[in-house]
């Protein structure tokens, strides 16, 4: 796999983001709507660039609520 110079830095800006989310959940014991949008964005980022998507049925029914899987990988089903 190979990870682009601007992919990188879009992960360094999204470690940064997480990091400070999670301090503010650490230190105050709450969470900025504000913050739940960078953790949106973070797993978009994630599955994009990683390839990652959501596990399959035997019926091909993309399962978007269950653990997801590298897309190359799709066919397995975690068994």
């Known amino acids: ?3 682009t110079h601007e ?3 879009e992960f360094l800006n999204a470690r940064n983001d997480l990091r400070s989310t999670l301090d ?3 230190e105050c014991q709450d969470v900025w ?3 739940v949008s960078k953790l949106e964005k973070l797993d978009s980022l994630m599955c994009k660039v990683l390839k990652f ?3 399959e049925d035997d ?5 978007y609520y269950a653990d997801w899987v590298l897309a190359d ?3 397995e089903k975690g068994e």
């Open 73 to 75: 990988d799709n066919n």
């Open 53 to 55: 998507a959501p596990r």
């Open 24 to 26: 503010t959940l650490l």
């Open 59 to 63: 019926n091909g029914k993309q399962l």
């Open 7 to 9: 992919e990188r830095l």
């Open 1 to 3: 796999m190979n990870i």
């Open 33 to 35: 709507l504000s913050d």
